[in-house]
């Protein structure tokens, strides 16, 4: 099941890429992101497979695309992070305050909250700071436009045209242009290997995964998602 997924979202990023070489950006984009959402479904189903995820996942591939939009948040994350861990451990003296932070925590997932946390209040005064400062920027920023619901309404926006209240042209960010389908396209090139990498990272993954969004609701995120997209030029992430 995983690999038929995948050769979906794959399929989706080639449409997307001969999209994108005969200039039609928007519907480049849109394709795009439709193959990041089947990657990360294919990601929670092997999750489910491996025994990472013993609940029912349905709500998760079915029913929101958020979740399937947010696994790549958590793989760039859980990448980020290991090689952030890899360059602590290359200094001797960090070892001991490493392993005894890991020994304070009953679970992995409880460690990664920790981890997740200390990033996300930026309040890191102990050896944290140290793998915050070289790891996630890219992960928070995602995980913000995916959890405020921006990545959905910028898809949206390259799917249709609206109207406002006097049936006048509604468009408020412009179109979406050549940068914004080519950074559309990074990211599902990115997510499209993800669901056959190894086991260990896909068991740091979806312990990720299962902390659940960081920022709250997405139906709860309108201004949010409109100040996201005016700060950023209409970019649904770099």
Known sequence: VVHTVVENARRLLKDAELLFENER????AALAILS??????????????????SRNIQKDIRHFHFHKQRVLCCFLFSEEILVASEE???????????????NEFETEK??????????VDRDNKDYLEFIAERSAKRAFEYALFVETGTIDSFKQHCFYTD????????LPFGAPDRDDAEECLSLAKTAVGIPLRSLMLQKMMAAVYEIGPIHGDPKDFAKAR?????????????
């Open 25 to 28: 950006y928007r519907s480049a």
């Open 36 to 53: 990041i959402e089947e990657s990360g479904k294919a990601c929670v189903i092997r999750w489910r497979e491996e025994g990472f995820i």
């Open 88 to 102: 602590y451990y290359d200094v001797p003296s960090n070892i001991p305050k490493i392993e005894k932070k890991k």
């Open 110 to 119: 409880e460690y990664l909250t920790y981890i997740w946390q200390k990033f």
């Open 163 to 170: 109207i406002d209240e006097n049936l006048a042209l509604h």
């Open 226 to 238: 409109y100040e996201a997209l005016r700060s950023r030029g209409n970019k649904p992430g770099s």
